[in-house]
């Protein structure tokens, strides 16, 4: 009874190591983009008080706003005030800049200041990782951030530069040392990465490095370049890293799934033996399966992830293609007749049309999608950085499949249909919103017929 209880709690707790991964890859999502939008506010400040115009102004006020609206969404999640309290000074900093009464070196070391300590919250966060390959694919994920740090605080030395039309020796040190920094970061990185990702990152490098267009703006700050173009050229060199982040973040993904089912079956045996461990105490062996049913990720009859994890999941999908300003399409499917089915031919034979879609499913997917069932007979794929156009085909392949299949029951071929809603995710939208709304377009397709799919319309 004992070692039984013992292997099963080792067992739930690496499923408690993968629920707080995907909590920690979905923080770590939203907090890459506020660093993003903090580094813009740096860079857009120290213009501001180098060129004291009101179009420069009223560019940060927009920055301003982006990175509020930004914050408030991951206040409201996360309780970030909690984690890194520095935040709750940057409506002061804000004034200041506005009103034009602080330095630009305040300002710079202010921010710089700030995303260090949520850099340092990230590399905290990593410690609790127990998988060695995740670790390290997470640790790469955190150097990529402080890479584009460091690229950003070249940005807006070199445009504070440009605006003052002159370059300081404390400058030149400063851009120095952040040479030096990187130059390290980067070791660490190359270090710990795959070598599919370190041959990306090699190959990308001379299309990152800003140096010769350092070089030139220090050897002559008063050169054709504008503030604007040289913070168009640096920006478009840190985007290119989001590349190699998306690539270890598919690493990471895959890797994910691995454990995850490995995890699942390891806690479905130990489960079992703690049954029957404890076979002869049938209360307790009740409140422990529901205790194991709340908390197992995948639905034991069809092999798909379940509402549970689709919820968690799909937050981090959305999270990602609002940052990226990706496409992303939701399809809600729901078998035609299923009550009917069950009624006529039994429950067995309804399990076996679920589990017969799952597979329909999953033959006609990619592996970036994202499959789950979520209800009874309700199933709904997420499609990442697609359109609802490239969803819509998808989603009719998927149809027309199961339409095709020939299940067959005491020498009876039953007719096997379903119905869709789709829907394309548009900003600021939830997983709730998704699915209120795909529910919509799913009960106007079986209002005309059944057996089709319909796309969500705003009218």
């Not at 703690?274 to 105490?281: N, S």
């Not at 034979?349 to 033959?363: C, H, M, S, V, W």
């Not at 071929?413 to 809603?421: D, I, N, P, Q």
Request: some cysteine; hydrophobic content about 40%; overall charge neutral.
């Amino acid at each position: 009874m004992h070692l039984s209880l013992e292997k099963f709690y080792l067992n739930f707790n690496s499923y408690r190591d993968l629920e707080r991964f995907i909590h920690n890859l979905d923080l770590s999502s939203g907090i890459l983009h506020l660093i993003e939008e903090l580094q813009k506010e740096r860079g857009k400040s120290h213009i501001l008080l180098g060129s004291l115009k009101e179009k420069d102004k009223k560019e940060l006020e927009i920055q301003y706003q982006n990175t509020e609206n930004l914050i408030k969404k991951l206040q409201f999640k996360y309780d970030i005030f909690q984690k890194f309290p520095k935040l709750t000074e940057l409506e002061n900093i804000r004034k200041r800049v506005l009103s034009l009464s602080i330095k630009q070196d305040a300002v710079y070391s202010f921010y710089t200041d700030l995303i260090e300590d949520i850099i340092s919250y990230e590399y905290e966060t990593v410690k609790s990782i127990n998988d060695l390959v995740i670790y390290n694919r997470f640790y790469c994920l955190i150097l990529i951030q402080e890479l584009k740090e460091k690229m950003g605080q070249e940005r807006a030395i070199i445009a504070f530069s440009i605006s003052k039309g002159t370059t300081t020796e404390t400058v030149l040190e400063e851009l120095k040392e952040i040479k030096y920094t990187r130059n390290l970061i980067e070791k660490k990185f190359l270090l710990l990465a795959s070598e599919n990702v370190k041959d990306s990152y090699l190959k990308l490098k001379k299309d990152l490095d800003l140096s010769s267009e350092i070089e030139r703006i220090i050897k002559n700050p008063k050169h054709e370049l504008s503030v604007e173009e040289w913070w168009n050229i640096a920006t478009d060199r840190i985007k290119k890293m989001e590349q190699i982040h998306d690539m270890v973040e598919s690493e990471i993904l895959d890797r994910m799934k691995t454990l995850t089912k490995k995890s699942r079956d390891a806690l479905i045996v130990s489960t079992i033996q703690l049954f029957l461990a404890i076979f002869l105490t049938p209360v307790v062996v009740l409140k422990f399966k529901k205790f194991i049913e709340k908390h197992i990720f995948f639905d034991p009859l069809t092999n798909l992830p379940n509402r549970k994890f689709f919820i968690e999941y799909s937050r981090f999908l959305i999270e990602r293609a609002e940052r990226y300003s990706e496409p992303l399409s939701l399809l809600l499917l729901d078998i035609d007749n299923f009550k009917q089915i069950n009624d006529t031919f039994g429950h067995s034979f309804g399990d076996r049309i679920l589990f017969e879609l799952a597979d329909t499913i999953r033959k006609n997917i990619r592996k970036s999608d994202f499959p789950a069932r979520i209800g009874g007979e309700e199933f709904v794929v997420i499609f990442p950085n697609t359109d609802l156009k490239s969803a819509f085909i998808v989603s009719e392949r998927i149809r027309q499949s199961f339409e095709s299949l020939n299940i067959r029951k005491d020498e009876k071929s039953v007719k096997t249909t379903l119905s869709g809603g789709l829907i394309g995710y548009r900003k600021n939208m939830t997983i709730d919103d998704l699915l209120k709304l795909s529910d919509l377009a799913l009960y106007n397709a079986k209002n005309r017929g059944k057996n089709r799919i319909e796309k969500y319309e705003e009218n």
